[in-house]
């Protein structure tokens, strides 16, 4: 794979300084200082002989944008630094790039096991297509049910933490080491956490793959996937789940992710932080019958989390309200918070999931999983946080007080 010409920053760099330069330095040609756009499908190999070395991977460099692009290789590269892996493949979206692991690493007889819920994309992935090719699904509630249900068949282990959208902290470390006692691949969705607060690969994750389209973007202007891992899993996942599947990231998506990612500290503290606050505030309101948030001392996975994300909880927070009216009304009643699915954005978003994301899992999985018809999920944006407060109180009052 092709490499930037020169890297600014070294390894050794902090986050926040491979935040900004990570994966690009100035172009050497025009002295560029932001990693241009490279519109272009296809590169000139100038010779057949160059032609038949590039395609025979006897030599590197760029030949056609479905295989790599300068443009998304910066935000790979990127991606990569902050996750601490070897390398990174980009796809066109979260569930090109959960396909793209599914198609690459699993064949018929294989197993697959994950401790749901997890995004309702990736279950109806996982449960909806992976069965009609041989594949067996298992559901485990927690790690001790992982244990049971692993075997020298399972190939993945798949995790999310916290979870989408009951916001349940998996222990990855502890899960790792179940996978890979029976010789599994762990895959990590880290939308949620980001590598600001949680790097699974740290934790014994093998492959790390992301929603891009959520904070890593952090503008809402986006939808895109990536996965990170060592070197030979990404080679694998480059030939087969991206050359022969074609879930391809473009030049100009790869741009606005690279301007996204350089403030990805800052917008993390800022969701944090106003998350926390959020749910300081609103716990102990009477319309609100639970509240899920692992900032709070007695969530269940608090401890976990603090260990796990970097002292820190993320910017998602959701309630339950007791029932879909309660929660349809309280939504209704936002006026800062957009009615719209997604979450990572600068600006704060509300959604139902059991009515939207979730949906498809049908009413017996979603209730197994925690996902009660009175869950609302908000993600907490960057705006003041008094003011966001100050909404959902309104809208709590206005609509989340049951009838
Ligand atoms: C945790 C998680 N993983 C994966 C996805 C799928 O990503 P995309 O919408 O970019 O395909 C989502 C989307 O909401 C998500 O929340």
Redesign the pocket.
């Known amino acids: 794979m092709s490499k930037q010409p020169e890297q600014a920053v070294s390894t050794g760099a902090a986050f926040a300084t491979r935040a900004v330069h990570a994966g690009h330095a100035p172009d050497p040609q025009t002295g560029a200082h932001v990693q241009p756009i490279y519109a272009t499908s296809t590169f000139s190999y100038g010779t057949a002989e160059r032609g038949a070395r590039l395609f025979a991977g006897e030599e590197s460099g760029y030949f056609y944008s479905r295989l790599s692009n300068p443009t998304v290789r910066a935000f790979e590269e990127k991606v990569a630094s902050l996750e601490g892996a070897a390398d990174a493949v980009a796809f066109g ?4 790039a ?1 396909s793209a692991i599914a198609l690459t690493f699993l064949k018929s007889g294989d197993e697959v096991a994950f401790m749901g819920p997890l ?1 309702g ?2 279950e109806g992935l996982l449960r909806g297509i992976l069965g009609r090719f041989g594949v067996t699904v298992h559901d485990a509630a927690d790690l001790n049910d992982l244990k049971r249900v692993v075997n020298e068949k399972t190939r993945l282990v798949w995790l ?1 933490s916290p979870t ?1 959208p009951t916001l349940r902290v998996v222990d990855l470390n502890a899960a790792a080491d179940i996978a890979h006692a029976v010789g599994a691949l762990v895959v990590v ?1 880290n ?2 956490s980001t590598p600001y607060l949680t790097r699974p690969l740290e934790l014994g994750a093998d492959l790390v793959m992301h ?1 891009a ?2 904070y890593l973007s952090g503008h809402g202007d986006v ?3 990536v996965v990170a891992a060592n070197a030979d899993l990404s080679a694998e996942l480059r030939l087969h789940g991206l050359r022969h599947v074609g879930s391809v990231l473009g030049p100009f998506e790869a741009h606005l992710l690279l301007r996204g990612m350089k403030t990805l500290p800052l917008r993390m503290e800022a969701h944090c932080a106003g998350a926390h606050a959020l749910a300081e505030v609103v716990k102990d309101h009477p319309a609100v019958q639970a509240i899920h948030y692992p900032g709070l001392p007695q969530h269940p996975g608090h401890d976990l989390a603090a260990r796990q994300m970097n002292g820190k909880f993320g910017g998602l927070v959701s309630l339950d309200l007791g029932t879909q009216e309660a929660a349809w009304r309280f939504l209704n009643a936002l006026k800062l918070f957009t009615q719209a ?3 990572g954005d600068v600006e704060s978003l509300s959604s139902h999931p059991a009515s939207t ?1 979730h949906q498809l899992l049908g009413e017996e999985t979603l209730a197994r999983q925690g996902v009660t018809p009175g869950l609302v999920r908000l993600s907490v944006g960057i705006e003041d946080a008094a003011d966001l407060i100050g909404d959902v109180r309104q809208a709590l009052e206005a609509g989340g007080r049951p009838h």
Do not use: P, R, W
Request: net charge negative.
């Open positions: 979206s979260g569930m090109g959960a995004y994309g990736t999310e989408n969705d939308t949620f929603s389209t959520k939808i895109a996937g699915v997604s979450l994301t």
